[in-house]
């Protein structure tokens, strides 16, 4: 159920034009107090492509109410909407710990949302699982952030080191890098570079460019002159559309083996959807596929459950990127309550940096920053692709996992213009 409270009462504390808390319940548990979850969320703005994890909170929400509660208390959450605006984030968290009372904290998506709380909890001494920040927490190195994303240790240079790995092994000796210039993607050339470098690549084209940036073929075409072997890119979702339309216009190289890495949007339905065939051959990140590498019982149940209501309510029918996550963040904060025995935020850090919790994406350790022991991030060639038709995307062949060893469904296709296939 879901109730909308009077938002008169947060004015104070929380910027103006913010949305109204949504409050979300639970079934009835007679009289116990809540124990409350609260998060910011990106109902609207430029991130409103996100706001599908809130069902990932829901169905775990749902499924601890069930089971009885945490502590033999109701879980409720708290979301407000931060409008995509960093700006508007300390006001949020603020009113989050301050007027409502919550007992603990969900980060809001992403680095560039998350940079402007990490000095409030630091502060506070708040525990606050992250909710994919890119080394999100190497700067503040706060004992009690955790990430929900499986970026592994050294995340700033190590998490997209499966598409260096890649790269390697098919002989790429020059590489061209290119970049939004936004955190999340500023963050992923920097790394990439240092790990290029550590390969023994050269580095032959290295530019970053306005996120507002729409018309790639004058970059493309300087990226071409450079004659790289393989061009990693970090972009957002729109940039990512506009390089790939950019792609099917003006081409690239022969001589280039890979083309892909660090591309936000082609996880997403919508874009997998629109652009269909064009990405064919691309490598990229990723969290979840569906290939029988990843499959389990407790994955099946979550998007059993997922695609039903992300249909209803008009959001990404896929989910396989993000909602999980939002469930494995859910997961992360019982267990550490669970094993604290208490919402003492000290005890629930100290436990969960001692032991191991099984999520729905597999177990989860953690170092002294919260993040993951192990690096967990896929990189997945797109194959196959024929039209538009999103239910392909299901399917297994689609998106192939083709790095880390341990989860590998296929083989990369190479060179990018064979794996295009004339797309």
Not at 166 to 193: C, P, T
Not at 301 to 314: I, L, N, Q
Request: some cysteine.
């Amino acid at each position: 159920m879901i109730t909308r409270r009077n938002f008169n009462r947060l004015a104070a504390a929380a910027a103006s034009g913010l949305a109204m808390p949504a409050v979300l319940t639970g079934r009835a548990f007679g009289q116990d107090k809540p124990i409350r979850f609260g998060a910011s969320i990106s109902l609207t703005g430029a991130l409103a492509g996100t706001k599908n994890g809130q069902i990932g909170y829901e169905l775990w929400r749902d499924d601890v109410n069930a089971a009885g509660g945490l502590l033999g208390r109701p879980v409720e959450l708290v979301l407000l909407d931060d409008q995509s605006t960093a700006s508007n984030i300390p006001a949020i968290y603020s009113a989050l710990v301050d007027v409502e009372e919550c007992d603990v904290l969900f980060g809001p998506y992403g680095a560039s949302l998350t940079a402007p709380v990490m000095p409030f909890i630091k502060q506070r001494d708040l525990f606050m699982i992250g909710m994919f920040p890119l080394a999100g927490n190497d700067q503040a190195r706060h004992d009690k952030f955790f990430h929900s994303a499986a970026w592994g240790p050294n995340s700033g240079t190590d998490w997209a080191r499966g598409f260096f790995d890649l790269a390697k092994s098919v002989g790429v000796k020059r590489l061209a890098i290119l970049a939004n210039d936004l955190e999340f993607s500023k963050n992923a050339a920097i790394g990439g570079a240092k790990v290029a470098e550590e390969y023994g690549m050269e580095i032959v084209f290295n530019q970053s460019y306005p996120p507002n940036t729409s018309d790639f073929s004058t970059i493309l075409r300087n990226v071409a002159a450079a004659n790289p072997d393989a061009v990693f890119i970090g972009s957002y979702p729109a940039d990512s559309t506009a390089i790939i339309h950019s792609v099917r216009e003006i081409g690239v190289p022969d001589t280039v083996k890979l083309f892909g890495g660090a591309m936000i949007g082609p996880q997403y339905g919508s874009l997998l959807s629109s652009l269909g065939p064009e990405l064919n051959g691309l490598v990229n990140c990723h969290l979840f596929s569906p290939e029988p590498t990843m499959q389990s019982p407790e994955i099946k149940s979550f998007f059993d459950r997922y695609v039903p209501r992300a249909e209803k309510e008009g959001v990404d029918p896929l989910g396989f990127y993000i909602p999980p996550f939002y469930y494995v963040a859910g997961q992360l904060a019982a267990a550490a309550i669970t094993g604290a025995g208490s919402l003492d935020q000290a005890a629930m850090a100290q436990w969960l940096h001692a032991n191991k919790v099984d999520t729905i994406v597999g177990p989860a350790t953690f170092n002294e920053i919260g993040d993951w022991t192990s690096r967990r991030v896929l990189m997945v060639q797109i194959q196959n692709v024929e039209g538009n038709d999103l239910a392909q995307f299901r399917e297994a062949g689609r998106q192939v996992i083709v790095d880390p060893p341990e989860l590998k469904s296929g083989d990369l296709i190479h060179p990018y213009n064979k794996a295009r296939g004339g797309a």
